[in-house]
């Protein structure tokens, strides 16, 4: 059995802590093995100015420490982990999710605030949810980490932000948060929330010290998830939302899929067996694109490559 671990991660103090968190448990289930923690700047974290809908933008770096065998698992937001992994690698393990939702940091809730009101996101996704919800505040891009987004609101700079709750939470922040965004205007990024652990497909050892902390529940979710995503055509710029939930042995699962103007928001749902999770996101994927998905998606593309 394998005695030593190195985990890959990001450098920022989020990534760090997502790492910390994943490695306690790896040793509340191996108690003697010995592990360290190597940084690793990735692109999006070199230029804050690249947008998030970019394909393993903070994930490729990661991924060739992995292939290269410097690193034994790397530790991501399972919501920057594109649908296809590279050849050799696979999804290892996934973590119990924490909170899901997005969370608004601002001067007042997202209801009281003024018409006019500037709200920093990075996320076309939740750009279009928020002009739906609250057609009169103004949505800014903004950059960097969950620390700098937040002094912008303290500066006066943003009269709020929306950024993932379960990013909060683990900054032990929850205080700061002005309001937990509700799912039924707000559906999250895929795989929001959870952490993977990524390794190579051959490493038997790494497998054997990893899978036992991997979270049935959450993996299923997470799976048709990235089904309807990869099914449904996104990874480009369309805005595209998914949200499992698993109850006994049934599994429902809400998908969003909007234009990039914001102008068609599509959302429907489907549910099964939770064992069939990844048919579970097909179907909803199929559902959708019969809905008038596929066309979103292609003029999303069609943008991109222009």
């Given at each position: 059995?394998?005695?030593?671990?190195?985990?890959?991660?990001?450098?920022?103090?989020?990534?760090?802590?997502?790492?910390?968190?994943?490695?306690?448990?790896?040793?509340?289930?191996?108690?003697?093995?010995?592990?360290?923690?190597?940084?690793?700047?990735t692109t999006?974290?070199?230029?804050?100015?690249?947008?998030?809908t970019l394909t393993a933008i903070f994930v490729k770096e990661l991924e060739q420490a992995l292939l290269d065998g410097r690193i034994d698992i790397a530790v991501h937001s399972l919501k920057d982990l594109p649908?296809?992994?590279?050849?050799?690698l696979c999804l290892l393990s996934v973590t119990e999710r924490l909170d899901s939702r997005d969370a608004l940091?601002?001067?007042?809730?997202?209801?009281?605030?003024?018409?006019?009101?500037?709200?920093?996101?990075?996320?076309?996704?939740?750009?279009?949810?928020?002009?739906?919800?609250?057609?009169?505040?103004?949505?800014?891009?903004?950059?960097?980490?969950?620390?700098?987004r937040l002094r912008k609101v303290a500066?006066?700079?943003f009269d709020g932000v929306i950024v993932a709750a379960a990013a909060m939470l683990r900054l032990g922040w929850k205080d700061r948060i002005t309001e937990y965004l509700p799912l039924e205007y707000f559906l999250p990024a895929v795989g929001q929330g959870a952490l993977a652990i990524e390794a190579r497909v051959?490493?038997?050892?790494?497998?054997?010290?990893?899978s036992p902390i991997n979270h049935l529940l959450t993996r299923q979710s997470i799976t048709a998830e990235r089904a309807f995503l990869h099914a449904v055509g996104g990874g480009c710029r369309a805005p595209v939302a998914a949200l499992g939930a698993v109850s006994g042995n049934k599994l429902r699962l809400e998908g969003m899929v909007a234009s990039i103007s914001g102008q068609k928001i599509l959302r429907a749902s489907e549910e099964g067996?939770?064992?069939?999770?990844?048919?579970?996101?097909?179907?909803?994927?199929?559902?959708?694109?019969?809905?008038?998905?596929?066309e979103i998606i292609a003029e999303a593309r069609s943008h991109e490559n222009r």
């Open positions: 059995m394998r005695q030593k671990l190195t985990v890959g991660s990001r450098g920022s103090q989020l990534a760090r802590l997502q790492a910390e968190s994943v490695i306690a448990r790896i040793k509340e289930a191996n108690p003697d093995i010995e592990v360290n923690i190597i940084g690793i700047i999006g974290d070199r230029d804050h100015r690249i947008g998030g649908t296809e992994l590279p050849p050799g940091v601002a001067k007042a809730r997202l209801n009281e605030l003024a018409a006019g009101s500037t709200i920093g996101t990075g996320s076309l996704r939740r750009t279009i949810q928020l002009m739906s919800y609250r057609p009169g505040l103004q949505a800014h891009p903004i950059r960097g980490n969950v620390d700098t500066s006066g700079e051959d490493d038997e050892d790494i497998a054997n010290l990893v067996n939770a064992t069939s999770a990844e048919e579970i996101g097909v179907r909803l994927a199929q559902r959708m694109q019969g809905m008038g998905a596929a």
